[in-house]
Structures are given as C-alpha cells and as structure tokens.
C-alpha cells in the first residue's frame, strides 16, 4: 500500500528566504513522486518529478526536490521566496495504477 | 491545444437528482482519473481508467460511477447525489499509468443542496 504525508499544513516564509516543504512517502517498491502547485482558484500545474532517475530533481520556477530512499523523503525547496510562490502545494505518488495525494501545504510569503 | 476540458464548471442541484461531469482530453492519453478536492484532504482518487473499457476504484468510489467508451472521453455520473458529496471535482489525464504527468481540468465545484 500507498501513503504521503505532508508534514506541515501551512508554512509562512518571508520574500526572499528559502522555502522548506517536506513530503515523507510510504511505498513497497520504488514509487514515481511529484509536486504539484494550485494556485488561488486555479487548477493544478506540475513543478516536478522524480521516476527512479537523478535523486536530485529540478523544477519550474526555481523550485527542486530531493528524493531520499533511506529516509523515505521528498521535500521541495526554493532558495529564495518570491510573492508570486503564494499556493498550495500537493505532494503525490503513483503507482502503475493508483495515485496518492498529500492533504497540501498551504504556502504563504510576507513581504 | 493539448488541454483537458470539463463541463459544467459550476452546478448547484438537489439531493438526488441524477447529474453527469463530463471529460475530454485531446491528447490521446490511455489514463484517465477523477479526484475530489476537499479542505484539508487534498485531492482524493474517485475512480480511474487504464484504457478504454477499463475502470478502477480509487479511494473514495462510493456514490460514483464512470464510464471510459471512448479514449477521449470520461464522465463521471452521480446517481442520486447527496449534500456529502459538495466538493470540488477534477478530471486528469496522463500517456500511460506509473512515471506520467498529469494533466488536470480546470475544475468542476458542485454544490448539493
């Protein structure tokens, strides 16, 4: 069986600080994770992907994310917080079949 | 444009008055996928599709049926809606199952009353 956690509901950054969005997945075999970003009122946009390639993975908009079988992890990060980066964001894994979705974490910016 | 389309964008209905969403993809992808978004639930998988003519339960089937004659097309039909079932819906789909994007709609809020 599945399972994603997203270990916070909401983080608050200030503009220009990096961002720290942390994903913790449970898979019985190696499982393709992603990011996906929504937008106030908006549909969903994929940032990344990871499919059993490069650990370290990059996005759009700056945004990249780690994949870490020991710890089973997969956080996104930003260096640097832009107001635009204002969302929620849903970590997800996916099977051949099935997919998995996180409850999101709501990202905020303070200028 | 590749793009996935749903239809209607808003409905608000009664309790058990029988409503179809439906899906289209122009992309000639074999996955297909509906999700309800709820507020701190994410998006959960309602039903999916492998390929034409093969239909799965997600995790949260229950008042919900699907239909996949055709590749491009998916609707998902409530039976007898119920107010439980206000939410926001979404269509997805992606080439194949495993490692695949997604592409999602743009949203359908249904509101039961």
């Known amino acids: 069986a599945q399972s994603v956690t997203q270990l916070d509901s909401h983080v608050s950054v200030s503009e220009g600080t990096p961002v720290l969005l942390r994903c913790n997945y449970s898979?019985?075999?190696?499982?393709?994770l992603f990011w996906y970003v929504q937008h106030p009122n908006k549909g969903l946009q994929l940032l990344l992907k990871?499919?059993?390639?490069?650990?370290l993975v990059k996005g759009i908009n700056g945004f990249e994310a780690e994949f870490k079988k020991s710890e089973t992890s997969f956080h996104l990060t930003k260096p640097s917080a832009h107001m635009s980066d204002a969302a929620e964001y849903f970590c997800?894994?996916?099977?051949?079949?099935?997919?998995?979705f996180g409850s999101g974490t709501r990202l905020s910016i303070r200028p | 444009e590749a793009q996935v389309t749903q239809n209607p964008r808003y409905l608000i209905t009664v309790t058990g008055k029988k409503l179809t969403v439906t899906c289209s993809q122009n992309?000639?992808?074999?996955?297909m996928s509906w999700y309800r978004q709820d507020p701190g639930l994410g998006l959960r998988q309602i039903y999916y599709?492998?390929?034409?003519?093969?239909?799965d339960k997600g995790d949260v089937p229950e008042g919900y049926k699907v239909s996949r004659k055709e590749k491009r097309n998916f609707p998902l039909i409530l039976e007898s809606p119920s107010p439980n079932q206000t939410s926001l819906y979404f269509c997805?789909?992606?080439?194949?199952?495993?490692?695949?994007?997604?592409?999602f709609g743009p949203g359908t809020r249904l509101t039961v009353t």
């Open positions: 997805a789909s992606s080439l194949r199952g495993g490692g695949y994007e997604q592409y």
């Open positions: 898979s019985s075999y190696s499982p393709s």
């Open positions: 990871y499919t059993s390639a490069a650990t």
């Open positions: 997800v894994v996916r099977s051949a079949s099935k997919i998995i």
């Open positions: 992309m000639n992808h074999e996955y």
């Open positions: 599709s492998m390929n034409v003519e093969v239909t």
